[in-house]
């Protein structure tokens, strides 16, 4: 029997109540389809970094490295440990050792939910450049704590960087409905903006069959509200897609919807599976927490790991849920309600 190593990493917050839901779901598919996953639980978190003042050991990348892939429940208890502390000491250094550079975000109504947009046929696949940009950390300050104190915060844009993530957004365009958008501000940012649209009509000249349109990131903000059934796969930076995606996160019904992929294309390391709501601490120990972005992800990962029959009976049953009204509004069901629902969808 096929078998796949997982770590999970069940965070934060609510990251072990999804966690927990999410792998339920996914073992029971692996079951159905006739292949195993086995699964290696680390507690690397905010917890963990106020007992041993890191959020994972020294050799915790090596650790993961050995896996098929990680699935990532949520990271952040700002009350604890500055999420600047925790963001760049868990999720960052993952992404960026496993050259995680593809982060995927599908945004769709899943039947029964009622967005806040009336939005006939919204289907948007988001893809963010992952591993530098914006956030990648390179800057300082100097002159701390005196009236001259400066902070330096550097985008930085690499040819090889930004052509992989362009052409992974192409191919991706090519399996949907042939149509691109790429998201800049290059009338503000006439640098790295400039240069991500000259690359764009670069590589664009190797995809004829796909529509592209460049969107500066305040039009495409105004376009995925006015307007999102005219879009298709969305590509951006990493800053400007994390923020996108959020707008599509809300557009779907909320952050309990969101799921998202750390795709490291090459297959040289394993990619990672998380949500993107956060850890949500308000709702941490109340047993609401909506599991279906973690089990979204979950399909995801079966997917990237060559299950594909089973990644798609496991959005059957998503769809089969939430069609019956469970799940579709934040806190009126139990996490145990929608993953049993789910489960039992997953049966039929």
């Given at each position: 029997m096929k078998t796949h190593s997982i770590a999970l990493v069940p965070g934060d917050g609510i990251g072990p109540a999804v966690i927990d839901a999410a792998w339920?779901?996914?073992?029971?598919?692996?079951?159905?389809?006739?292949?195993?996953?086995?699964?290696?639980?680390?507690?690397?978190?905010?917890?963990?970094?106020?007992?041993?003042?890191?959020?994972?050991?020294?050799?915790?990348?090596?650790?993961?490295?050995?896996?098929?892939?990680?699935?990532?429940?949520?990271?952040?208890?700002?009350?604890?440990?500055?999420?600047?502390?925790?963001?760049?000491?868990l999720l960052l250094p993952i992404r960026k050792?496993?050259?995680?550079?593809?982060?995927?975000?599908?945004?769709?109504?899943?039947?029964?939910?009622e967005g806040p947009l009336r939005a006939e046929g919204f289907d948007i696949l988001c893809i963010r450049e992952n591993t530098e940009g914006e956030y990648s950390g390179a800057g300082g300050r100097v002159h701390v704590g005196t009236p001259d104190e400066v902070a330096v915060e550097t985008a930085v844009f690499t040819r090889r960087g930004v052509e992989r993530i362009l052409r992974f957004g192409f191919e991706q365009a090519r399996q949907r409905r042939g149509k691109l958008a790429s998201v800049t501000k290059s009338n503000a940012q006439k640098h790295t903006m400039v240069f991500?649209?000259?690359?764009?009509?670069?590589?664009?000249?190797?995809?004829?069959?796909?529509?592209?349109?460049?969107?500066?990131?305040?039009?495409?903000?105004?376009?995925?509200?006015?307007?999102?059934e005219t879009l298709d796969v969305v590509v951006a930076s990493n800053l400007f897609g994390d923020i996108l995606t959020d707008l599509g996160a809300a557009i779907q019904g909320g952050l309990g919807f969101a799921a998202s992929a750390n795709i490291n294309p090459d297959r040289t390391a394993p990619s990672m599976f998380e949500p993107v709501h956060g850890s949500a601490p308000d709702i941490a120990h109340l047993s609401i927490a909506n599991p279906i972005a973690t089990i979204w992800s979950g399909a995801m990962m079966l997917e990237h790991l060559g299950e594909q029959a089973a990644a798609a009976d496991v959005m059957r049953a998503v769809e089969a849920a939430t069609a019956q009204g469970?799940?579709?509004?934040?806190?009126?069901?139990?996490?145990?309600?929608?993953?049993?629902?789910?489960?039992?969808?997953?049966?039929?």
């Open positions: 339920a779901v996914l073992e029971r598919a692996a079951s159905k389809h006739g292949f195993a996953l086995t699964s290696t639980r680390f507690p690397w978190s905010c917890a963990f970094y106020r007992e041993t003042g890191a959020m994972m050991p020294t050799d915790g990348i090596e650790t993961l490295r050995g896996f098929d892939a990680v699935f990532l429940g949520a990271v952040g208890w700002p009350a604890e440990v500055p999420d600047s502390v925790s963001l760049h000491g050792a496993f050259t995680q550079y593809a982060n995927i975000r599908p945004h769709r109504l899943l039947p029964g939910v991500w649209d000259e690359m764009t009509q670069l590589i664009a000249a190797d995809y004829p069959d796909v529509e592209v349109t460049p969107y500066h990131i305040d039009a495409m903000a105004a376009r995925m509200v006015m307007a999102p469970v799940g579709t509004r934040p806190g009126r069901d139990r996490t145990e309600t929608i993953t049993q629902a789910v489960l039992a969808a997953l049966a039929a």
